[in-house]
C-alpha cells in the first residue's frame, strides 16, 4: 500500500484568533457560534470559534462561508458558474479538449486518484456514469412520490452494466505542471461526493489556522473538523448519528485536531416500489447501494481523507475493511485512521470491540474504546 500524499502546512499558532498588539499577551477568549445553510453543497456549515470579539469572528465567519461556496462551485458537476471551469466543465469537455482549472481541483483529483490506487478502486471518482445512473432514478423517485404518493422505479441491470463500461483512471490526465485536466473519452464523468465535503472542511480548517485560530469547530454537513485542544482541557466530544432517528447513538472523545466523518445509508436514499431503500453509497462490485452496515465513521487528523476513507469501508465487509484499516495506519503512521462500524443485528459481524445498542451493532478499533461514552 503506498503512502497517502496530502498537504502539509507549517503554521506558527497563536493561542486564540489574535493577540493585543501592546502587550503580545493573548487576550480572553469567547465561544461564538454560526450556522449558514445556503454557502454549499446543499447542506449547512457550522462554525464554533473561541475568540476575542463578535467582529472577529464574524470576519472567520465570512471566509469560511465563502471557502465553501468557492468549493462547491469548483466540486460541482451540474451547474456552471460564470468565469469558472470547475468538475462540469471537465466532464463536458470530455473527449474533446483538456480544461485549465484552479490548484484546489488539481489537489482534490490528485488526492482521490490516490484513494483509488489505495482502495483497489473501491473508492473511484470515475465512477461518474454509474453515478449518474442512480441520481437520476433518485431524484426521479423524489419527484413522483411528491406528485402521486407512489414508490419510483430501479435501474435496468443492463443500464448498470452500460454505464460500468465507462469507468477508469486510464481516460483521465491530470497536468500539474500546467493546471490542466483532460477526460479521453466523452462517455467517462467524474463525481467527487465522496470526499469533496470533507476536502473542503479541511481547506477551511487550514486558513482558520493560517489566521491564528487554535480552538475551533468546522461542521461540513456532518463532516466534523475540531482544531486544537477545548479550552477548558476536557476532551472534545462528538455524537454519531442514530441510524434509526434523530440524535446520537453514542458519544466519542476526541483528541486535539481531529476528524470524523460518517457515511450511512440514511443520508440520501429513496424508497423503490420493492419497498426497499437504495441509498446513495454505491459498491463498485454489484453496482448497487452498499449493504453491510448502516453506517461507518473515521476519525483521523485530516477531514478529506477521513471523508474519502468513510466511503471506501462502507462498500467492504468488516474483515476486508479491517484488514485495510491496519495496513492505511502501517504504511501512514502520520494519518492514522479509526473507525466506528455500525450494522444491523441481522448483518452483525465478528468485532473484537463492539457492543449492542438500540438494535444496532457497533464495532469499532481498538484505540476507540476508552472514547466511547455509552
Known amino acids: 500500500m503506498k503512502k497517502i500524499i496530502i498537504m502539509c502546512l507549517t503554521l506558527c499558532l497563536l493561542s486564540g484568533c489574535s493577540t493585543n498588539n501592546d502587550t503580545k499577551q493573548p487576550t480572553e477568549l469567547t465561544k461564538y457560534s454560526a450556522m449558514d445553510f445556503e454557502s454549499g453543497f446543499d447542506t449547512y456549515l457550522s462554525l464554533i470559534v473561541w475568540c476575542e470579539s463578535q467582529e472577529a469572528f464574524d470576519e472567520l ?140 472542511a479541511e481547506m477551511i480548517a487550514v486558513q482558520l489556522i493560517e489566521k491564528g485560530v487554535t480552538t475551533a469547530i468546522v461542521d461540513a454537513g456532518g463532516n466534523n473538523r475540531i482544531i486544537g485542544e477545548k479550552i477548558d482541557d476536557t476532551p472534545w466530544r462528538v455524537g454519531i448519528q442514530h441510524p434509526q432517528g434523530d440524535g446520537s447513538l453514542f458519544t466519542l472523545d476526541l483528541k486535539a485536531n481531529s476528524s470524523v466523518v460518517t457515511s450511512g445509508d440514511y443520508q440520501r436514499f429513496y424508497i423503490a416500489k420493492d419497498l426497499e431503500k437504495y441509498h446513495h453509497i454505491i459498491d463498485p462490485d454489484t453496482l448497487y447501494p452498499a449493504t453491510y452496515f448502516r453506517s461507518i465513521s473515521i476519525i483521523t487528523n485530516n477531514s478529506a481523507i477521513a471523508d474519502a476513507l468513510s466511503t471506501t469501508l462502507f462498500t467492504m465487509n468488516y474483515e476486508d475493511g479491517l484488514a485495510f484499516v ?49
Open 61 to 200: 465567519f465570512e471566509i469560511s462561508t465563502n471557502l465553501f461556496t468557492k468549493y462547491h462551485q469548483l466540486f460541482d458537476i451540474y451547474n456552471n458558474y460564470e468565469g469558472i471551469n470547475n468538475l462540469k466543465t471537465i466532464n463536458d469537455m470530455a473527449g474533446i479538449t483538456e480544461v485549465i482549472v484552479e490548484q484546489e481541483i488539481i489537489d482534490m483529483l490528485l488526492l482521490a486518484k490516490n484513494f483509488s490506487e489505495l482502495s483497489d478502486n473501491e473508492f473511484d471518482i470515475t465512477m461518474g456514469s454509474v453515478f449518474k445512473v442512480w441520481h437520476d432514478y433518485r431524484t426521479d423517485a423524489e419527484d413522483i412520490f411528491m406528485d402521486t404518493g407512489e414508490f419510483g422505479d430501479l435501474p435496468k441491470d443492463v443500464e448498470l452494466s452500460d454505464a460500468a463500461k465507462n469507468i477508469g483512471w486510464e481516460y483521465v490526465t491530470i497536468n500539474d505542471e500546467n493546471n490542466t485536466v483532460f477526460i479521453s473519452d466523452e462517455d467517462i464523468s467524474l463525481d467527487v461526493g465522496g470526499i469533496a465535503k470533507g476536502y473542503a
Open 326 to 374: 491496519d495496513e492505511f495506519n502501517e504504511q501512514n503512521p502520520e494519518n492514522i485512521i479509526e473507525v466506528v462500524w455500525i450494522s444491523d443485528l441481522n448483518k452483525q459481524f465478528d468485532a473484537q470491540y463492539s457492543f449492542i445498542k438500540d438494535d444496532l451493532y457497533v464495532g469499532y478499533t481498538k484505540n476507540l474504546h476508552d472514547s466511547i461514552n455509552k
